[in-house]
């Protein structure tokens, strides 16, 4: 039999001042090991674990586990072959600036209290949003498995599982009135024509920035009033994997019509394929959406705000949250509900 105990504790990792132990005897030796927690109700299912090791004649303690500064260059290697490019960049940042908060030298050091902690900092100390604090706790945990399942140099447990994510703020997303988008596009086109191709395609297709980034001519065909192939084509690929068709709309036609088709990206077409992304980001979203958007007089704009134009002024008007979900590329519909405050009153609210 194994019972619990506890001892005083001076270290922040343990606010309530004492950290619970573990005794039991195995092979004949009694042994005491910290069970890593001032939580009673954590240091019984630990205190769990280590009789179930005892009934089995497993040793107690010795888990596998490594080192953190080998683990995480193979993880990224590992992941990178699994996972979308955008997906690998933002876990691998969350992972990086979590490591550097918390100094683990195992993934074994990492305690469940720790993630706590670590959550009370994002939102405390450095002031985050909860959806903010929510993204970079579910990649921890994305980390955490993915080593315990995937490579399986972790025996764990995952210290993020149980944690209580924060719930986001429910807000109606933002969008530009019809007024708006004139302004826009009408500043967007007195800057440049990627400019104007850029807000155009935002607008009235509702890609995601990176899709505008990596659009190609041979998305684009004007059969049948047109329609624009969204697909995953040499280093891009789509954020659920999967090709999507979204049709022209007129004012959409009739830009992209006054165009010289090639037969590369559509937007900056002189940058190589290798640095093209990366010095788009550049040039497009961190100084030319910028300098578009306050000549228009709509600062508060951001490349997601023409996304939410796109659902919202479709909802307005009457179409289909599964429409504008196929169009949009949501992989869940639940996605696209946010939209639906938009739609028409429903005639059936008169039945009651």
């Known amino acids: 039999m194994a019972s619990l105990f ?19 005897t195995q092979n004949g030796k009694v042994r005491k090991v910290t069970l890593k927690t001032d939580s009673v109700q954590r240091a019984r299912a630990k205190l769990a674990e280590i009789e179930d090791s005892l009934y089995k004649g497993i040793p107690v303690g010795h888990k596998k586990d490594t080192v953190v500064a080998d ?17 690998v960049k933002t876990i691998a940042h969350e992972w990086k600036h979590f490591v550097t908060w918390a100094k683990p030298i195992k993934l ?3 305690s469940h209290e720790d993630i706590i902690r670590y959550k009370a900092y994002l939102l405390g100390d450095r002031d985050l949003a909860k959806s903010t604090t929510r993204s ?7 980390v955490f498995s993915f080593a315990i399942r995937e490579m399986g140099v972790f025996e764990g447990p ?7 994510l924060p719930k986001p703020d429910e807000r109606f997303p933002r969008y530009l009135s019809r007024e708006e988008i004139d302004a826009v596009l009408a500043a967007a086109k007195a800057h440049s024509q990627d400019m104007h191709l850029i807000f155009a395609m935002g607008i009235y297709t509702g890609m995601r920035k990176n899709e505008l980034l990596n659009a190609r001519w041979n998305w684009v065909s ?15 690929r789509t954020k659920s994997g999967k090709d999507r068709v979204i049709p022209f709309h007129d004012r959409l036609r009739a830009i992209l019509s006054d165009c010289e088709a090639g037969e590369g ?5 002189k940058h190589p394929e290798k640095n093209g992304p990366v010095t788009k980001y550049r ?43 196929q169009w949009m590329g949501h992989a869940d519909l639940k996605t696209t509900q946010i939209y639906a405050h938009l739609q028409p009153m429903d005639e059936d609210i008169n039945r009651l």
């Not at 990792?13 to 039991?24: D, E, N, S």
């Open 6 to 24: 506890k001892r005083e504790s001076k270290s922040k990792r343990y606010p309530k001042g004492y950290v619970w132990y573990a005794k039991f």
């Open 71 to 87: 683990f995480t260059p193979a993880y990224i290697k590992a992941v990178t072959a699994a996972k979308q490019p955008h997906t």
């Open 108 to 110: 074994g050091d990492v």
């Open 136 to 142: 970079a706790l579910l990649c921890l945990s994305a």
């Open 158 to 164: 995952n210290p993020v599982k149980g944690i209580k």
């Open 222 to 236: 004007f059969d049948k009033g047109g329609r624009i192939l969204v697909q995953s084509e040499g280093r891009f």
């Open 265 to 269: 990206f559509i937007l900056y077409p």
């Open 283 to 325: 040039v497009v979203f961190d100084y030319a959406f910028k300098t578009v958007v306050t000549n228009a007089g709509v600062e508060w704009c951001t490349p997601h705000v023409m996304r939410h134009t796109f659902a919202s002024w479709l909802a307005i008007e009457g179409v289909s949250l599964y429409k504008i979900s």
